[in-house]
């Protein structure tokens, strides 16, 4: 008898697969419903780099709420828009900053965008300026123990193998040939932390949820157990500093934010 796959998540949905590398997917989708709880009406919410829109298909739409979405490329925003949930979305160049007026959101979410950004920095200046005092940052990307090796690896692979289908945003122009983003940012633990606080931010959560980017198929199957699930998410937030991604979330406070070592960082769950 064919063996019954069960996922992680104990529930299927078709925009995404239920394994560790969305395991964030319900911490945003929780973190939504917290906020919406705090509001009489519904949520403004940005999705920077929303890509084929899987965060917001995941996590619906709060009461009354408004997802609007960004990104580089057309057939991104086609996809997103597939997905039905999405207020409006909007063909942006994160390079030029966003096109919305200051204090006109309740929360970003950028999951996985920061690191093909070459003015990250800048860009999370704009979260701050368009988020409304209390409003929440959601930033979601990759770290690693040795981010300056990784960074050095991937510029002698691009000098040697120039690819011809990608973008450095900060070396070529033809983005609009292009059919995806080069990475150019690796952080580490602390960078990645400090880069946000550095944009005003006050850090309330660092929470990660796997250890390893899972290449493997062998691995991959694991996540169809309880137990490796459970084991792997525990051993992550217990100890986020060896996780392979983190969430960094930071509130707009109108005040001057609290030094970026004030972190809390989440207990195991
Ligand atoms: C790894 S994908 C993440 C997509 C999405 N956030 C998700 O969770 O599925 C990175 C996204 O960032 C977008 N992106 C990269 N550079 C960008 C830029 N300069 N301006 C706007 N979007 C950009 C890409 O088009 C892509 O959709």
Not at 203 to 219: H, K, S
Not at 233 to 241: E, H, I, N, Q
Request: charged content about 25%.
């Amino acid at each position: 008898m064919k063996r019954k796959t069960v996922f992680a998540f104990g529930r299927i949905r078709d925009s995404v697969k239920y394994r560790l590398k969305f395991a964030h997917f319900p911490y945003l989708a929780k973190a939504l419903l917290r906020e919406r709880a705090h509001t009489s009406e519904g949520l403004t919410i940005l999705d920077v780099g929303c890509g084929p829109g899987n965060i917001a298909a995941f996590c619906g739409i709060p009461a009354g709420s408004k997802w609007f979405g960004v990104d580089l490329w057309e057939n991104q925003l086609r996809q997103a828009a597939d997905k039905g949930v999405y207020q409006n979305l909007f063909q942006v160049n994160l390079l030029d900053g966003l096109p919305f007026r200051d204090r006109s959101f309740d929360m970003v979410i950028c999951n996985e965008v920061l690191m093909y950004l070459p003015n990250s920095q800048e860009v999370l200046g704009e979260f701050h300026r368009v988020l409304r005092p209390e409003g929440k940052v959601f930033v979601y990307n990759p770290i690693s123990w040795f981010p300056e090796i990784l960074a050095g690896l991937k510029n002698l692979v691009r000098k040697v193998h120039q690819e011809k289908d990608s973008i450095a945003l900060d070396s070529q122009t033809g983005w609009k040939n292009s059919r995806r983003p080069c990475r150019i940012n690796y952080y580490s633990f602390r960078s990645l932390i400090d880069e946000v606080s550095s944009a005003r931010f006050q850090i309330t959560e660092v929470t990660a949820f796997r250890l390893i980017r899972n290449r493997v198929r062998l691995l991959t199957r694991l996540e169809n157990y309880r137990w490796y699930y459970r084991m792997t998410s525990y051993l992550a937030r217990r100890f986020p500093f060896l996780a392979c991604d983190i969430m960094v979330a930071g509130c707009k406070k109108e005040a001057a934010p609290a030094p970026a070592r004030a972190i809390r960082q989440r207990a195991a769950a």
